[in-house]
């Protein structure tokens, strides 16, 4: 899947800047490809830059186990009562589709490709859920 990008700005970035946006939200879509060039604190920062901006993200692979809670503490540390509240983030297919363990690897089976969606805790809100949907409502600032 090509990085895909709406709401950009024009500024040579590869929209991954909410600036110039008056009156919409800015959702980046970001390939595995690019993902798997970057090391974790890298991905971590794209992915916090972007929904410090107010910018709603979606990982085409997702992140590892350990990745997701490298963003979570980071995210933590980054909560601050009078700017930044946080992120919500939901991956679809849940983690324990398919058989992603260790016997799956070693049996060459390859773990599900899953989709996350990351934005502002106070921007988005899960409505629903299940093995084949996400429902979400982003909400303007």
């Not at 107010?54 to 997701?68: D, R, S, W």
Request: charged share 25%.
């Amino acid at each position: 899947m090509p990085e895909i990008t709406t709401g950009g700005d024009g500024d040579g970035d590869g929209g991954l800047s909410g600036e110039g946006l008056a009156d919409g939200i800015q959702i980046d879509m970001i390939s595995a490809g690019r993902m798997d060039d970057l090391r974790t604190m890298e991905k971590i920062r794209l992915i916090l830059d972007s929904v410090h901006d107010g910018n709603i993200v979606i990982l085409e692979q997702g992140l590892e186990p350990q990745e997701e809670s490298k963003l979570i503490e980071v995210t933590m540390s980054e909560i601050n009562p009078d700017g930044f509240t946080g992120i919500e983030i939901e991956t679809h297919p849940n983690g324990n589709a398919g058989d992603g363990g260790l016997l799956g690897r070693i049996m060459g089976k390859q773990q599900p490709s899953k989709l996350t969606v990351i934005g502002p805790a106070n921007r988005i809100e899960t409505l629903h859920k299940d093995e084949s949907l996400i429902s979400t409502l982003i909400t303007r600032r």
